[in-house]
Every structure is written in C-alpha cells, then in structure tokens.
C-alpha cells in the first residue's frame, strides 16, 4: 500500500480561528526531501514551526533534538528573526494507562531552545487537542514569549522590563512613583477601551500584596508591582495581556517602538513649516507641569532628565542660548514651549518622533499628526500680503562686526554668549506681543559668514530678511546693501551700535533714502545696551509686524523691488538730481 508522507496545503479562514487571523498550514518530511534551497525556503516562508514527535517513539524525539531544532535555529539566526516553536506530542492515545507524562522527557529541550512557545499532546487518530495545536500556534506568532520572559530565570527580559517601565512612566500622570486606582483606570481605557471594574482591581491589588514586597504602597502600585503584575500574566499563558499593552504604546516584536509609530508619514511642502496644534502643546505643557516637581516654573536638570527618561536621550543639547533660561540656565515654562516650537520648526521629523516617545499617542487623541499644523507656503502668504503663520521664522545678515549676535542674544534678554564655532549658526526664539495684543513667536537666526553665499544662492525661505549694518563704521552699509540685492524676500535695514556716534556711511545714499528707494521701510535703530530693553522690544515688534504682513515691509508701488544705480549726476545749489533705477525683480 502506497500513502504519503505529507498532507496537502490548508487554510484556515479568519473567521474561524480564536485571533481572527487565516493560517495556512504546510506539511513537511525529511522523507520528501527536495534539496537545500527549496528546504530553507519554504523554512523561510514560515511564521511558526509545529514539531511533531511520536510520544511513543524515543527515535523521533531524538530527531527534532539532533536535527531539526538545530536546523530551524541556524534559519532564524541568518535572517535575524526569532521564529517560535511549538512541540506537539502525538499518538499519546497509545500512552492512556502510564501513570507518567512524556512531556517530562521535553523539558530539558524546552529549557535548552527557547524559542520553543510550549508542548501539546495530542491524538491524530482520536482529534484531541488538534484545534488548540493550532490555537497555541498562532497565539506564538502574534503574542509570541520569547521576547518577553526567560522560564530558566523566572522572570521578565531587560528590553520587556524596560519597555513596561517606560508604559508605566507615561501612565504615571502625577509623577509620584505609583499607579492610583484613577491612573489605572486611565491606563485600561487607553490599552483594552474600557474601565477596570473595582472588584478586579481590588483582586489584582490584593494579589500583588500577598507575592510582592512593596508592589502595593498606601493602596497604589509601584512600578516593581507593575513588573510583577506582567509577569504572572505570562507566567499563567496570558503574555496577550502583555502584548495589547505594548503594542498600545508602539512596539513591535522585537520590543522597539516601530517606525510608524514614532514617524507617521507628513507632507510638508517647500516654503511650508510645520507648527504645534493647541492640542499638541496642551499635552507638552501638561509634561511641564508633571515634571515640575517644586512648581517653580522651572526645570532643574534633574527634572528634566526625568520628563525624558521614556525617551533614548534628551533632544536638546546646550539650549541656554536659544530660549529664556533662569539665572542658573534652567529651562523656564517659556523656554521650554520656544524650544519645542523652534525644534518643530526646525526638525519637525526628529521632533514628532519625541512627541511619540513621551506617549502622546493614544485613540483619543490619535497620532502625532494631531499635534501638528503645517502652514500654506510662503509664497501665498506674500501674494496675499498677510501670513497665517504663529512662527516666524527672519534671517539676520550682516557684515562681521556688525554686531549680529548681540542683536539676536537681546531677543531673549542675554548678553554675550558663546556660540560653538562649528555651525557658524546663532539662533534664538522668544514669543513677542505685538498689536492689539497678539502673539506670536519671532525666531532670529545668524546667515554667518561661512554659509551667506549658500543661503543668498538658495533664495529665501524665511518670512523677513534683517540686515543689519553698524552705524559707527563708514564702510558697513555699502556691504549691507549689497546683501539686500540680492535678497527676495521683505526685508529690512537695522542700524546696529545707536548708542555710539553715527557717522556718514561710505554710500552714493542714506540708508532712508536707499530704503525709501528700494520700496522698504526706513531703517529702525538698535542698541544691544541692557537698560533699552523698552526700545529693543519695539524693535522685535516691528519685525514681528514686517513678517506677518509683508506689504509693511514694502512700499505698495514697488513690492520686493530690487534696485541698482546704473547713473548718477548729483547737481549742487538749486541743480536737480537725475537718477535711472533699474528694476532687478517685479513685484509678485
């Protein structure tokens, strides 16, 4: 009598199956060998592997032991996954009157390969525990053990363990060390969408009472009772607990939080910038306050070390010269709202990607996507001569010495302060006042010397150019005006040093008559001296002003004219002067 060693290929529907998932089952023998290459690659179509041992049979153990085990090991490791395994015991039908079970005789194994899920007995001929073989099988698959508990040591993984204490960080909405009942009804809608009824809560509390030490304190659970908690769970077969409350917060398999997670995919177009919602820093400010644990609107470096440590690092290097800081250089509440608004601007991938990390995401709120807004483009705000915008973004051009850096440092009240020279970048925000009391965030940023040229080559992508000249030194306007030639953008002129003697500028013009010319405002006049604070304000103001409504920036008959003196005769004593003007660019 001919029979086959394998059956054919099934498939399971969905609606089937406990998990909801279609599992297509191949059958496999070494007796209908094809070859190496076709061997690892049907191998390495496989989510899950089914052992299938004879329990009456020492030979067939032995086989999954010395060659199977190994085989499937050696896949797993060259394509760096970790395949789960299940042994299933079959024809124990013949083994009905042993008083000792065979699945003692797989323990060893089980403890040498852990990648093996667990062991089922079963019966072919008598269909016991054929439906929960494949239960168990797909249950490995989408809840797989492996990653999160290690049965020789008793206890949870460090990458598990880490990653629930961040999940319990987050949940800790008043920062005091403990989940309370209401955190930990928080904490059941946001990962199973319903509440914890109070008897259950008081089981499982009265469970971790009676087997951890400390795991319940003044009647809320530590993190140490949270760890416990997880850990029973796998201990009793439901790690889908663990894993719904993981996957809930973005991690994948390999317990990392996955790149959909942290980076949902955002379309930004050029001359578009992206900004926080009111949502989104509702919720960053609510960090503050929760890491602000002597409510002094300050952040010390503990404090903020802390708020991040459910992130890899802090994404802020020395910001002490970009935002308002304390006396010490501590984040204030100001600060850190304009070192979030900036760092969006400026990096808004790097910075949704934090937003993911510190927990934002949830189904109330959704994504990050939710925390953000990306303005219209540039260019529509010019040619509708207002901007929508709650950033704004002004490039500082200048010839060195022209006092750039002072300029941008009073913007948030500070003198000199050291600049790394590698960027040859200074940058600074601060939320400003302006008309009819509006706000909005004015950010300065140095065009240094070593990247004038690139920036000027690239064109403008900033909602005000400020050039600044040095009011005490004949030569620097001419090199200011160079500069604004070439810009394409509304822009103003800024006499740096007022507080020194003026002196005539080396130029066929004034800076008024040149900016009169020009189609721009007159120039404003600046002093960085600590005690015009009142005058350096307004001056920050008229900027703000300049950027949200261009045509300010700009006489209404010659918008964004450029102009180049081609002739020049200049008539003494009652003579009239003749000027050509050429146009370098219209207005849009």
């Not at 307004?538 to 209404?556: E, R």
Request: aromatic fraction near 10%; charged fraction near 25%.
């Amino acid at each position: 009598v001919s029979t086959q060693s394998t059956g054919e290929e099934i498939t399971i529907h969905a609606d089937v199956t406990p998990e909801g998932v279609p599992t297509h089952i191949v059958d496999f023998s070494s007796r209908e060998y094809m070859g190496e290459e076709y061997f690892n690659k049907e191998m390495q179509r496989a989510h899950v592997f089914c052992l299938v041992y004879a329990v009456d049979d020492e030979k067939s153990l032995e086989s999954i032991r010395s060659y199977w085990l190994p085989k499937i090991r050696e896949i797993n490791d060259g394509d760096n996954l970790c395949r789960p395994v299940i042994l299933v015991g079959n024809k124990d039908d013949l083994l009905l009157d042993l008083d000792e079970s065979p699945l003692e005789s797989v323990l060893p194994l089980m403890n040498e390969y852990p990648e093996i899920e667990t062991c089922v007995e079963c019966s072919a001929k008598r269909l016991k525990n054929i439906s929960e073989l494949f239960f168990y099988a797909q249950k490995a698959v989408l809840h797989p053990t492996a990653p999160l508990y290690s049965p020789d040591l008793g206890k949870l993984k460090p990458a598990c363990a880490e990653a629930l204490r961040r999940v319990f960080r987050i949940c800790d909405m008043d920062n005091d060390g403990f989940l309370s009942d209401h955190e930990l009804n928080e904490f059941q809608k946001r990962c199973f969408n319903a509440p914890l009824p109070q008897s259950n809560l008081m089981e499982v509390k009265n469970l971790i009472k009676k087997y951890c030490d400390n795991g319940i304190v003044d009647n809320k659970m530590s993190e140490v009772g949270f760890l416990f908690l997880h850990t029973i769970f796998i201990q009793k077969g439901r790690h889908e607990t663990t894993w719904t409350v993981l996957r809930k917060f973005g991690y994948t398999d390999q317990l990392e939080v996955s790149d959909d997670y942290l980076r949902p995919d955002l379309h930004v177009e050029e001359g578009s910038s992206v900004e926080l919602t009111e949502e989104g820093l509702e919720y960053l400010v609510g960090l503050f306050q929760k890491h602000d644990m002597d409510k002094d609107g300050i952040l010390s470096p503990s404090e903020l070390a802390n708020l991040f440590s459910v992130c890899p690092n802090i994404p802020w290097g020395d910001f002490s010269a970009s935002v308002m800081t304390s006396e010490m250089g501590w984040l204030t509440h100001e600060g850190y709202e304009a070192l979030w608004t900036l760092n969006m601007l400026l990096y808004p991938e790097h910075t949704m990607e934090y937003l993911g990390y510190l927990g934002y995401n949830s189904d109330t709120r959704g994504n990050q996507l939710t925390a953000v807004q990306v303005t219209p483009p540039r260019q529509e705000d010019f040619k509708r001569q207002v901007s929508c915008r709650n950033v704004l973004l002004s490039y500082v051009f200048g010839a060195k010495g022209s006092g750039k850096s002072c300029f941008i440092n009073r913007l948030i009240k500070k003198g000199e302060i050291e600049i790394s020279p590698e960027t040859d970048r200074h940058i600074c925000i601060n939320k400003i006042r302006y008309q009819a009391q509006q706000e909005k965030y004015l950010i300065l940023q140095e065009v240094g010397t070593l990247d004038q040229e690139e920036v000027l080559e690239k064109g403008g992508d900033c909602d005000l150019a400020i050039v600044l000249y040095d009011t005490s030194r004949p030569d620097s306007f001419s090199k200011a005006v160079e500069i604004q030639e070439r810009l394409d953008v509304p822009s103003v002129f800024i006499g740096t040093k007022s507080d020194k003697s003026s002196v005539k500028q080396d130029y066929d013009y004034t800076p008024e008559q040149y900016s009169q010319m020009a189609g721009l405002p007159p120039p404003l006049f600046f002093s960085a001296t600590p005690d015009r604070e009142s005058a350096q304000l307004k001056i920050f103001q008229t900027c703000v002003l300049f950027a949200s409504h261009p045509f300010q920036a700009q006489t209404q008959t010659m918008p964004f004219a450029k102009i180049a003196t081609t002739a020049a005769a200049v008539a003494v004593a009652g003579v009239a002067a003749f000027f050509l003007f050429r146009y370098v660019r219209a207005g849009r």
